[in-house]
């Protein structure tokens, strides 16, 4: 007696042809276990879903960073035009001013309105690119509002500084010391 295939062939209820589709089936899905595939395609929907999600997540992020490094360079073009529109150019002289840059002391020699004028804060020191700038109150105000890393000196003006519980508001600091 021979396999049930061919005595289902014998008796007429299949075909040579269905038999070998059915053998070539038998193999794949042997071999679909012997390599630990599966056939259920839930598993394999949500394994798209999931590397979508991550695909989406990740565009995402780099949106986002592209956004800030553009909103950082729109930053740093406003303050360059406001420095550069704002510069006093004709402040050179022969009084030196002292004030701090980095934990280090700088110079900047101007002239006497110049250096009262940054004593008492009507004037302030901005740094941006390596090249110092010396702006009026209002503009170094405006740089403010975006971002103060960009102001190295602004002197707070008197009338602001005043405290009323200050026991020494009396005494008068004079304005002629130099360091």
């Not at 193999?27 to 989406?56: C, V, W, Y």
């Not at 990740?58 to 529109?85: G, P, T, Y």
């Not at 700038?133 to 170094?140: G, K, Q, T």
């Amino acid at each position: 007696m021979g396999s049930l295939q061919d005595q289902l062939l014998k008796a007429g209820l299949t075909t040579e042809h269905k038999m070998k589709v059915a053998k070539t089936e038998k193999r794949k899905k042997q071999k679909k276990k012997k390599k630990g595939a599966t056939s259920n395609p839930t598993d394999l929907q949500k394994h798209i879903e999931q590397t979508k999600a991550e695909q989406a997540q990740k565009a995402a992020e780099l949106n986002q960073q592209r956004l800030d490094e553009q909103k950082e360079k729109e930053q740093v073009a406003r303050v360059k035009q406001i420095l550069e529109h704002h510069n006093q150019d004709e402040i050179a002289g022969k009084v030196v001013f002292n004030f701090t840059f980095e934990n280090k002391i700088k110079e900047l020699e101007v002239d006497n309105v110049t250096h009262q004028a940054l004593v008492k804060g009507r004037l302030a020191i901005c740094y941006l690119e390596g090249k110092f700038y010396v702006l009026p109150d209002e503009p170094a105000r405006k740089i403010a509002e975006v971002d103060e890393k960009y102001i190295v000196l602004h002197a707070i003006s008197e009338d602001q500084q005043k405290d009323e519980d200050d026991p020494y508001a009396d005494f008068e600091v004079p304005d002629d010391i130099m360091w």
